[in-house]
């Protein structure tokens, strides 16, 4: 058996490890960009980090003692996928700068065509294509005519000088966070345009020093252990919360988080300002030990007047104020309704998946999409983006995958795909769940679909665990 797999990054690097250790030597990893990284090659903002404890944002089969700081700076966990990639002999198996323009099922295969005019064929496709990719340019008045340097935060331009300069930051996001975090000590005047304050949950980031580092490589079992309760403490504090929000869990985190507002910001105008009017964690919660400091300094500023225009020389608000400014960062989110997108995808017998998808992106238990056989999504629609560590997810969908390939191997059919019947009871029991989480309670994010629904897997870890498994075949439409 043949297959391709789009992306080269977390996931797909992933999936290259799975398939080879399931003993598939016949895969190709497609890959838009220049190098491994996905999120972490594109995302070179000042303040980069991930969120997650490193020593759980690793593959569970490469931990990494070696990790800076508990939560490592977005250079060192790109560097990390890199090294792994390398040492699995992945590298070999990625085509880089190959952008996938259509993929057709055709003849009981995938046919695949390229930008650059390649063209390949395969029995299996795994979408490894990644959530937030796509970056979301506001419709603002003027944003063209600014005449500093303004770019989105996933396309830095590090060609625009910020240090002693005048930057400006339109969101509030964790993006914008951290970026306000790493700007504040550099810039002359730092202006954060906020248009809805953020909950923010105290988090410290100590580096490890070198005898924590040894320490964790001469005792793997016990650096396993510490990484194993790390798991278990966020999906019972946080994972099987979010998902009830009536939950002691939702309420001792909104406390902590209300605590942390009233501790650390001293000024009560500007803490009213930060001050959200929703629960906490309905938007993405923020984890940060040092944003409300660097807000605080005397040359930042958050601008809580709405957006009238941008002008040559900077942001007019709406109390008819001009900021002046070198450098505009939009740090204003992603297209997440996209995933395999812009890509055509034709499935079985022409359907196209821009008809499917054309109200939202769906997909039964986040993987499959009946008539689009043997094709499977990683991080896609509907799934635990929000709640667990995305190389979790991906792992356990791959092994997930693979078992469903292993029908089509072991010559049960030569066509799976999710049954519609079981996408339509998944999507409904999928809503009525999402309607008690802590994101449907009532503020604006990128979690929510075109109706205003959580997208993300609305139950708990262990449910997802258990679907995970071991696929339900009877969900499943195996033909041919
Ligand atoms: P985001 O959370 O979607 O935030 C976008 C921000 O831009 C919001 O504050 C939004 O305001 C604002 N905005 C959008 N359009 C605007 C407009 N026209 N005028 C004014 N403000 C506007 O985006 P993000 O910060 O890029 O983060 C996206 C996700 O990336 C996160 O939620 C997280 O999952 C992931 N991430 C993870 C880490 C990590 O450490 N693991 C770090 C960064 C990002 P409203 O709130 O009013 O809509």
């Not at 990625?94 to 029995?123: C, H, M, N, P, T």
Request: glycine share 8%; proline share 5%; aromatic share 10%.
């Amino acid at each position: 058996m043949r297959f391709v797999v789009i992306g080269a990054g977390m996931a797909g690097v992933l999936s290259g490890i799975r398939l080879r250790q399931a003993g598939y030597e016949d895969w190709t990893i497609y890959e838009k960009g220049d190098s491994v990284g996905g999120t972490w090659r594109e995302n070179t903002y000042p303040g980069l980090s991930c969120d997650v404890p490193s020593h759980i944002y690793s593959y569970a089969f490469e931990p990494n003692p070696d990790w800076s700081h508990r939560f490592a700076p977005g250079a060192e966990i790109r560097a990390y996928f890199e090294g792994v990639a390398r040492k699995y002999g992945v590298l070999p198996q990625i085509r880089f700068k190959e952008e996938v323009e259509r993929l057709e099922f055709r003849g009981g295969r995938w046919q695949i065509a390229f930008k650059s005019g390649r063209r390949d064929e395969a029995d299996v496709v795994i979408a490894a294509t990644g959530v937030l990719h796509h970056p979301m340019i506001p419709d603002i008045e003027g944003l063209e005519s600014f005449a500093g340097a303004c770019f989105p935060r996933a396309r830095w331009d590090h060609s625009a000088a910020v240090d002693g300069k005048r930057v400006g930051v339109i969101g509030t996001g964790s993006t914008a966070i951290q970026i306000t975090s790493a700007l504040v000590p550099r810039v002359r005047k730092f202006s954060l345009f906020q248009r809805t304050p953020q909950w923010i949950a105290p988090q410290e980031n100590a580096a490890f020093t070198e005898a924590e580092k040894a320490g964790f490589r001469g005792d793997r079992a016990g650096f396993r252990k510490m990484a194993d309760e790390l798991t278990r403490n966020f999906h019972e504090t946080f994972s099987n919360g979010v998902v009830d929000a009536k939950s002691e869990q939702m309420k001792n985190l909104e406390a902590i988080c209300r605590a942390n507002l009233e501790s650390s910001v001293a000024d009560p105008v500007l803490r009213e300002k930060l001050r959200p009017n929703y629960r906490a964690a309905c938007k993405r919660l923020i984890m940060s030990g040092d944003f409300y400091p660097a807000i605080q300094q005397p040359n930042a500023e958050l601008v809580t007047d709405a957006i009238e225009r941008i002008e040559p020389r900077g942001v007019r608000t709406k109390d008819g104020r001009l900021h002046e400014l070198d450098v505009l960062v939009l740090a204003t989110g992603f297209r997440v309704d996209q995933f395999l997108r812009p890509m055509r995808v034709l499935g079985r017998d022409g359907v196209d998946l821009e008809d499917v998808w054309k109200h939202r992106p769906d997909a039964y238990l986040s993987i499959s999409i009946p008539n689009f056989p043997n094709l499977f999504m990683l991080n896609g629609p509907n799934g635990p983006v929000g709640n667990f560590s995305l190389i979790t997810i991906a792992d356990m969908q791959l092994h997930y995958v693979l078992q469903l390939v292993e029908e089509l191997r072991a010559g049960r059919g030569r066509e799976i795909s999710a049954s519609e019947s079981a996408m339509a009871r998944f999507s409904e029991e999928f809503d009525r769940a999402a309607r008690n989480t802590i994101w449907a309670t009532g503020c604006k994010s990128w979690y929510l679909d075109s109706r205003g629904v959580p997208a993300v897997w609305p139950f708990t870890y262990q449910r997802f665990t258990e679907e995970m498994a071991k696929p339900d075949l009877a969900a499943y439409d195996l033909r041919g």
